[in-house]
């Protein structure tokens, strides 16, 4: 049985400034902190430098060339039909040291001629403000989000993209993936996050509830203040939803369950509600922790909830409450799941995972989701004839269409759109790799910094051109 979308429905692709880009100290551009990330793979951790070092790799300088590409790329996603396309602004561009006043002139307009591009295909941009991208100065001047000064420098640049593009730009999401620092443990989730490596702090776990707390003050404000610019912007937020089952239906399985799904949710609960779950504050209460806040705060945080919430989804992940597994990274925690296989980084392919994360967001909010990343980071190989036969990743991602089709049609959830992440190869977040693809579109670029950066189209473009064009039908 086949379900169709919405007319509306708002298909596209998802990238993020940094993994595409490149040009990284061009058109007035400052560093972020994902320039002083050094390449990695699935054995071995990226390197977080201090500074530009003379003798490390740096994957994001260089990214797929999107900054000079776009005109091409884009053509391509109008080709496939994109409704929309998801990136984010590099807030560097903009701000190139992020505590300035006045904005770098040639970085608005940089993004002014990519909006205009989407637009004249009639695809609509969809926004990150802050996608692992925050200026690498605020992050060596005041110790990144652990500031909450850093709060009026996000809000500052917020108000200059919203103002500057009110026109062209609908929808907004705040902070990329803002739960990922929960995963305190693991340097380069809190460094992505908030500029923050929280095992320096005595308290790893206290100081990440502050530096996300900044962050959700950050969040609401700049809801408020885009609601203020353009009554008709949609503004989200943005988790990596992994849910977590129980290994079993031990009761006390289910119940780490349980508590692991907190972890995520603490973030979305004040995002999509306004105030801090009974959960975390007893957590706090527990362990002594002493969460500084303001006495607006919470005032703000009740005047900023978002409009949708924006999710990605990769994965699931199996808790069991007497084992908590030897995994590390994203499945850190976790153990096998017997009735699972998984890619060739580790990751767990579940679509039906995908029907049960938006029943559970769905019911618990009552608002549009919005799936802004989902995709299968695979090996490519480009054949004598130049075709690249990605049958894994059309595999993998009709049987997810199909399940969030279901969750439309059977169960009722309120779906915006669907983006694939990475619809154009680019450079791996967690392991800095550029052989982890995810592209419709192929990018002749390799980990050893060779390639001709010429595109090409692989055949999950051709099944994804057909998957908008039948609003999900022919699935
Ligand atoms: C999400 C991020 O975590 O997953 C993206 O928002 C990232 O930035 C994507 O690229 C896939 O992860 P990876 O490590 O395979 O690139």
Known sequence: MSYKLPDDFLWGGAVAAHQVEGGYNLGGKGLSICD???????????????G??????????????????????????????FKCFRTSIAWTRIFPNGDEQEPNEEG??????????????????????????????????????????????FVHYSEVVMKRYKNKVKYWMTFNEINNQAKYAYPLFGYCCSGVIFNNYEKPEEMMY???????????????????????????????????????????????????????????????RGEYPSYALKEWERKGYNIAMEP???????????????????????????????????????????HIKVSDWGWSIDPVGL?????????????????????????????????????????YLQAHVEQMAKAVAVDGVDL?????????????????????RYGFIYVDKHDDGTGTMARSRKKSFYWYQQAISSNGEII
């Open 210 to 272: 502050q530096v996300s707390h900044h962050q959700l003050v950050a969040s609401a404000k700049v809801v408020k203040l885009g609601h203020a610019i353009n009554a008709d912007f949609k503004i989200g937020c943005m988790i990596g939803f992994i849910p977590y089952y129980p290994f079993s239906c031990n009761p006390d399985d289910m119940m780490y369950a349980v508590e692991k799904m907190h972890k995520h949710f603490i973030f979305s609960d004040v995002h999509m």
């Open 416 to 436: 915006m759109g669907y983006t694939p992440w990475g619809c154009l190869d680019c450079v791996s977040f967690t392991t800095g790799e550029y052989r982890k």
């Open 36 to 50: 002083v990330l050094s390449g990695g793979s699935v054995d071995q951790d990226r390197v977080i430098t201090d």
């Open 296 to 338: 607006e705060d919470a005032q703000i945080l009740k005047e900023g909830c978002t409009d949708y919430l924006g999710f990605s989804y990769y994965m699931t992940n199996t808790v069991k409450a007497d084992d908590q597994g030897t995994n590390t990274g994203l499945t850190s925690g976790s153990v096998t799941n017997p």
């Open 108 to 153: 608005l307009k940089f993004y002014d001629a990519l909006f205009d591009e989407l637009l004249k295909y009639n695809i609509e941009p969809v926004i990150t403000l802050s996608h692992f991208e925050m200026p690498y100065h605020l992050v060596k001047e005041y110790g990144g989000w652990a500031d909450r000064k850093v709060i009026d420098f």
């Open 355 to 395: 029907r049960y994360a938006m029943n559970v967001l769905y019911e618990r909010y009552q608002k549009p989701l919005f799936i802004v990343e989902n995709g299968f980071g695979a090996y490519d190989t480009v054949e004598a004839n130049g075709e690249i036969n990605d049958d894994y990743r059309i595999g």
């Open 52 to 81: 530009i070092q003379d003798d490390v790799y740096y994957p994001n300088h260089e990214a797929t060339d999107f900054y000079h590409h776009f005109k091409e790329d884009i053509a391509l996603f109008a080709e496939m039909g």
